[in-house]
């Protein structure tokens, strides 16, 4: 029984934290929340999408030659995946009917993959390394890496959302330049991570709790989008 303790206590690391931000995030869409059982496929879409996105990242890391490509390289994808994921998923619903919806289904999908992608950094920490050194980088993850994904996608159903009542072709449009806003953003954090030294580290992290604090705000924005303004933003 002692040797799966290492794997149950990066399953409870990994998939927890994920859920009460989930919890969190789920309160901004209190007034008309969305089916349980969407939320749980995009959290789930999520979680799968880490299995499609690590060998993608392997292989496209074998053509690239310095740290900071690949990992721009890695963002990128990433990014691109839990859109696709969530698009193939529950963003062509019918249940998707506000501007706020996906939002929160690119949040869900979002902390799907950092759930996964958690318990598998947290294995190897878990397997050997102290107590001490092991709740330090689930802490990290917690609050960096994981509300990276949150925030990433997050620009994504923003985007999606300030269009929500424009043409198909224009919500497409829209999207994507969301997913390439969030692919910089990303890039941009994984820069700064290899770049400054590690007693700067969580001045990086709290630029990301910077961009959520505005997010929350643009949020407050998008719930006020409503059929009336498709004549102004067309």
């Given amino acids: 029984m002692g040797e799966y303790i290492p794997i149950l206590g990066a399953i409870a690391g990994g998939l927890f934290p994920a859920l009460a931000w989930l919890w969190f995030w789920l309160r901004e869409d ?4 969305e089916p349980r059982r969407l939320i749980a496929l995009a959290f789930l879409a999520g979680m799968v999408t880490v299995a499609v996105v690590i060998p993608i990242q392997k ?33 062509k ?7 706020i919806d996906p939002v929160i289904y690119m949040v869900t999908v979002a902390l799907g993959f950092a759930a996964i992608e958690n318990v598998l950094f947290l294995m190897s920490p878990l397997a050997g390394d102290t107590l001490a050194q092991t709740v330090m980088t689930g802490n990290l993850r917690f609050i960096g890496a994981t509300l990276l994904h949150v925030l990433s996608s997050a620009v994504v159903g923003v985007a999606i959302g300030l269009s929500f009542y424009k ?17 910089l953003l990303h890039s941009g954090f994984n820069f700064l991570i290899l770049s400054v030294s590690e007693e700067h580290l969580l001045r990086t992290f709290a630029l990301v709790w910077l961009g959520l604090v505005a997010l ?8 006020r989008i409503h059929p009336k303004l498709r004549s102004q933003n067309t």
């Fill in 30 to 33: 209190s007034a008309h929340p």
């Fill in 167 to 183: 043409g198909e072709r224009a919500r497409l449009r829209y999207a994507w330049i969301g997913v390439i806003l969030a692919s």
């Fill in 59 to 91: 292989f496209v890391a074998g053509f690239l030659t310095t740290t900071v490509a690949i990992f721009a390289a890695w963002s990128v994808i990433e990014e691109v995946m839990k859109y696709l994921a969530a698009r193939i998923t529950v963003l």
């Fill in 93 to 99: 619903r019918r249940e998707d009917d506000e501007p």
């Fill in 216 to 223: 929350l705000a643009i949020l407050e924005y998008v719930k």
